[in-house]
């Protein structure tokens, strides 16, 4: 096929300007996190002299980014891992199964995927502190699986409400329960819907600040973005230090997007509204 | 949810409960009850770590309604739903009419590229941004003056006027990506033959596009509003890293009102107030947005 | 089997949370270690540059060796984050034993009101600490037991450092152009403006994050009012007003200096942080700033750096924004109050003094006799200014104590004076109605 270059000319110049908007103030992070504080002042669009991984390394070590990525790391886990399974039960609750009520639950739910953090905040703090877990990952913890599995329930009901019923028929009369039927015949098929949760529920724990920011007050508890905006407090001036740090914050998130970049539009595309 | 009933046959009617359970409890704890009670608290005074906690009725929220730092920061909020939402559609609109009706080398890249805001954290937006901004060294003003444009190398982010687009077209960069890749997946199911029985009927590109894509997008639409017009609500972590609602008072937005009035001047109950009003707010806006969208989908169908 | 099914999925349920969650309990390492009774001390303090920081690292390496079975576990905090989370921490049961906390209403006045702050009076005399620091000093950490006063009653805290806002110049630029200290505040502005006309940006200055603009606008205050007044406002008694000429013309003159151009260029957009990096490489003839700058310039700079107090008119008696700095304090509901006042000692030890010293700080205490510490330096400069207006009784406050809200009106609105959007009657009147408002508020 040969295309028309001349028409396609205009379209692409423009493109071309509202791309380049938005990678050049992130492509000039990337290059300053390999820079010197003098390399720096000389211009933000010149290449380091030596692409030196020496900013990254005290990013990490001085700055405590290694304490904070393995917070990062192990609060996201517990919160995909747990949300996504409780909400594969509720969701096929709500899908699936008997339930009386449902008229009203599923309002009761939705509110909660509505909400902004700052309507949960004040009290959240002082749950923790009554059941004795502030200062603890649990504090991280917690309140993200009750925030996720509101918006996982309504996903993961609208998967199986829409999974055929003669599949679930067929494999009743096979003589399976209803809990062998939810995982050996529809938790293969439900793979996308599971994948774009996953990946969904990482980004926003991941990137989360409000809870991370108040909920936990031990530094050696933090996660990056947390340890980032006070980083930011520290070394204001110190922009490949700065740059080295954000960078660390923001490749895991960049990394699975581009992995898994057809679950995120579409999960983000499916009226995904979360704070 | 239809009336489908799905109960077989000497199955118990509250099966799905149990499945349900464990979900509903980790979320009515952690999620339910401390909405309940950040309303109960607004109607308290109470510094958030003393034992005087007092019952004051509504005076929190008449204070709040005659609080003039309060009217600016909801302002503030409504102008950033311009830059939020306003503007990324309409950029969103523009770019996927661009790419969508032919296939264009490159399509893929030129997608994930402008999506990618949209996974950063906005902490990381805010520190990548800071540094744009900068007056002295900030790529910005470095490029005004390299083009001699000196009078415009002003700074930015701690000027009184520029503040707050400032801040906005952070938004702007971050959504209008998201608004992009949303309205070409809705282009997609708009048929061809709407657009070449237009052409036949000689109406020109802009025409097709105002009464045939815009109208084919309204459920794209409303999403884009929903999620667009909620972030530029509850903008926190932006103003958070960027200016804390300086200068002056000029980028103060009701999230951050919220966090000092709660952690800085220790005005729970005032601050339950302001939290309670937001939320309101924003599920009012969601209703009425959801409504709309039905409504489109019940009159095409 | 089909309630094994139910069984089944609640614990596996529960089996994930725990198995994904058993680590999460492992970073805070606070358990002592079975078999000893070692005590882990909470300290909570926010030096967090580096100088500042080794000074606090060496005093409690040292705290710990000559207290066997203590440990010391430290966390560092910017100012502004310590503000924001240690009224919550030290109501918490697991909350830091001792913590600094700054002076001032919103501060030490609601944990102590909230009876959350352990007084120290019984350890002033264990200690014998009237010898450290002197009563004026002690009544900047003291509040009455309501919270409700400050100035009197019992002492909350004992601060390690002093401070004093002055002017730190850069003795290259000044000898290059053969510029002098000047003696008079007529003298500073006409150095001001030869500053200028010679090319160099005066002042380096950055108010993005506001607070060091009210530093820069109460230094000049300093030198317009009484030490009566600053004190009456700053501990909210006699009913003064902060709407009065002098504050008026304190405000103009800071506008003044603004459009004349005697700040930093684009100073609205720029950090503190940056604006001092700026000045350290260079860039600017002076700022003005606390004494706590020191250390940081002291090290790392091909540049040499001096100190003086601003300058007061022709014929009348200067005046400082200045006392000690942020002090530390112990958490009334804490088990170790007997050890946790035993390293509130230590902090304010000779040896304490040494190090601040050494470092470059100012020490609240006075220097051990004898020992040798280089005073013909930037340090030596500051330490003469603060025993300048000592002497002098002339140690002033800082203004933003006054009211629990009276921070954020003075940035706010010293940003808009900056910015010139208000005039100088506007700034007063505005922070006038929050300061009345208040006194009204304590006399109902």
Redesign the interface.
């Known amino acids: 096929m040969k295309y028309p270059w001349k028409k396609l000319l205009p379209r692409y110049l423009i493109l071309v300007v509202f791309m380049l908007v938005v990678l050049v103030p992130i492509w000039g992070m990337f290059t300053s996190a390999f820079k010197t504080s003098t390399e720096v002042m000389e211009g933000p669009f010149s290449l380091p002299s030596d692409w030196s991984l020496e900013n990254f390394e005290q990013a990490w070590r001085v700055g405590r980014f290694n304490v904070f990525f393995k917070n990062s790391v192990i609060v996201a886990t517990a919160v995909v891992i747990s949300s996504v399974f409780l909400s594969t039960l509720s969701g096929y609750a709500f899908g699936a199964l008997p339930l009386p009520g449902k008229n009203w639950l599923y309002p009761l739910m939705l509110i909660g995927y509505m909400v902004p953090f700052e309507a949960v905040i004040i009290p959240l703090y002082n749950l923790m502190d009554t059941i004795g877990i502030t200062d603890t990952l649990w504090a991280l913890i917690l309140p993200q699986v009750g925030l996720s599995v509101s918006f996982g329930t309504m996903w993961m009901s609208s998967f199986f409400e829409n999974t055929p019923r003669e599949l679930t028929d067929a494999a009743t009369i096979d003589g399976c329960s209803r809990w062998q039927t939810l995982w050996y015949i529809l938790w293969p098929i439900a793979k996308p819907a599971v994948t774009t949760l996953v990946v969904l529920i990482f980004m926003w724990t991941w990137n989360e600040f409000l809870l991370a920011l108040v909920l936990v007050q031990n530094e050696a508890l933090r996660t990056l973005p947390v340890g980032l905006a006070f980083f930011q407090g520290k070394y204001t001036a110190n922009i490949p230090l700065m740059a080295a740090g954000a960078i660390i914050v923001a490749l895991p998130t960049i990394l699975i997007y581009i992995l898994f970049q057809r679950f995120f539009i579409r999960g983000m595309l499916g009226g995904a509204v979360k704070g | 949810?239809a009336n489908v009933?799905?109960?077989?046959p000497g199955?118990?009617?509250?099966?799905?409960?149990?499945?349900?359970?464990?979900?509903?409890l980790?979320?009515l704890?952690?999620?339910?009850?401390?909405?309940l009670?950040?309303i109960r608290?607004s109607f308290y005074q109470w510094?958030?770590?003393?034992?005087?906690k007092t019952w004051i009725g509504i005076a929190n929220y008449v204070e709040l309604f005659s609080d003039p730092k309060f009217h600016n920061a909801l302002g503030n909020n409504l102008i950033f739903v311009i830059f939020y939402s306003i503007i990324p559609i309409m950029?969103g609109l523009f770019?996927a009419s661009?790419?969508s009706r032919?296939p264009?080398?490159g399509f893929a890249f030129?997608r994930?590229?402008?999506?990618?805001?949209?996974?950063?954290?906005?902490?990381?937006v805010?520190?990548?941004?800071?540094?744009?901004?900068?007056?002295?060294?900030?790529?910005i003003?470095?490029?005004l003056r390299q083009i001699g444009l000196d009078v415009f190398?002003?700074?930015?982010?701690?000027?009184?006027t520029w503040a707050l687009p400032a801040v906005g077209g952070i938004g702007t960069?971050v959504q209008?990506?998201?608004c992009m890749?949303?309205f070409l997946?809705g282009m997609q199911h708009i048929q061809d033959e709407y657009y070449e029985a237009a052409s036949l009927d000689g109406a020109n590109a802009f025409r097709q596009f105002i009464h045939i894509t815009v109208p084919g997008l309204r459920s794209?639409i409303a999403?884009a509003l929903?999620?667009t017009i909620?972030a530029a609500?509850?903008v926190?972590?932006l103003v958070?890293?960027t200016?804390?609602g300086?200068?002056?008072?000029s980028t103060m937005v009701?999230?951050f009102l919220?966090?000092?009035a709660?952690?800085?001047?220790?005005r729970?109950g005032y601050?339950?107030a302001i939290?309670?009003v937001?939320?309101l707010i924003?599920?009012i806006i969601?209703l009425f947005i959801r409504r709309f969208q039905q409504q489109g989908i019940e009159e095409s169908a | 089997m089909k309630k094994r099914s139910i069984f089944l999925s609640i614990s596996l349920a529960l089996m994930i949370l725990l198995s994904a969650c058993a680590k999460p309990a492992s970073p805070t390492d606070q358990a002592p270690v079975a078999g000893t009774d070692e005590q882990v001390l909470l300290v909570w303090d926010q030096f967090y540059r580096d100088e500042e920081s080794k000074v606090i690292e060496t005093l409690n390496a040292e705290f710990e060796a000559a207290h066997p079975g203590v440990r010391i576990q430290r966390e560092v905090k910017v100012l502004a984050d310590l503000q924001t989370t240690v009224k919550l921490a030290l109501a918490n049961a697991d909350g830091p034993d001792v913590a600094q906390v700054n002076q001032g209403r919103n501060d030490m006045g609601a944990l102590v009101e909230a009876g959350l702050l352990l007084p120290l009076n019984s350890y002033l005399e264990k200690y014998d600490w009237g010898t450290v620091f002197s009563t004026s000093v002690a009544s900047r950490n003291s509040f009455t037991e309501d919270g409700k006063t400050f100035g009197t009653g019992n002492l909350y805290g004992v601060s390690p450092t002093a401070e004093v806002v002055g002017v730190f110049y850069n003795k290259d630029l000044f000898k290059k152009n053969g510029w002098d200290i000047p003696t008079t505040f007529e003298g500073f502005e006409t150095l001001l403006a030869e500053i200028r006309a010679a090319d160099i940006t005066p002042i380096s200055f950055g108010s993005l994050d506001g607070w060091n603009a009210i530093h820069e606008f109460s230094a000049i205050q300093h030198l317009l009012v009484s030490l009566d007044y600053i004190n009456n406002l700053t501990y909210g008694v006699n009913n003064v007003s902060f709407d009065i000429p002098e504050n008026r013309q304190a405000a103009q003159i800071l506008q003044d200096w603004t459009n004349a151009g005697y700040f930093s260029d684009g100073f609205p957009g720029i950090g503190y942080d940056d604006s001092n990096n700026l000045f350290k490489a260079g860039n600017g003839a002076m700022t003005i700033t606390g004494s706590w700058l020191a250390p940081e310039l002291m090290v790392d700079t091909d540049q040499e750096f001096g100190f003086f107090l601003l300058p007061p008119y022709e014929g009348k008696t200067g005046m400082a924004i200045g006392g000690v700095g942020i002090p530390f304090a112990i958490r009334k509901t804490s088990e170790k109050h007997d050890i946790a006042a035993e390293y509130l000692n230590w902090m304010i030890s000779p040896r304490a003094a040494e190090l601040w010293a050494e470092a470059g700080m100012l020490p609240a205490m006075a220097l051990p006799e004898g020992s040798n510490i280089d005073t013909k330096n930037l340090f030596g400069d500051t330490l003469n200014a603060w025993n300048t207006i000592n002497q002098g009784n002339a140690v002033g406050h800082y203004i933003d104590w006054a009211t629990p809200t009276f921070y954020d009106i003075l940035v706010a609105e010293l940003q808009k004076l900056l910015g010139g959007i208000s005039t100088p009657a506007n700034f007063t009147e505005a922070v006038e109605a929050d300061y009345g408002a208040y006194l009204q508020s304590k006399s109902e």
């Open positions: 949810m009933t799905n109960k077989y199955e118990s009617r509250w099966k799905g409960w149990w499945y349900l359970l464990p979900a509903l980790v979320y704890l952690f999620t339910f009850l401390p909405i009670e950040t608290s510094d958030g770590f003393s034992q005087n950029i770019l661009l790419l032919r264009i080398p030129f994930t590229a402008l999506f990618l805001p949209q996974v950063i954290s906005m902490v990381v805010g520190v990548i941004w800071r540094w744009m901004f900068n007056p002295t060294f900030g790529p003003n470095t490029f190398a002003i700074s930015w982010l701690g000027d009184f960069w209008y990506g998201f890749v949303l997946a794209e999403v929903v999620t909620i609500l509850r926190f972590d958070y890293t200016t804390r300086g200068p002056g008072e009701t999230g919220i966090y000092r709660a952690f800085t001047n220790n729970i601050a339950a939290a309670t937001l939320t924003i599920l969601s």
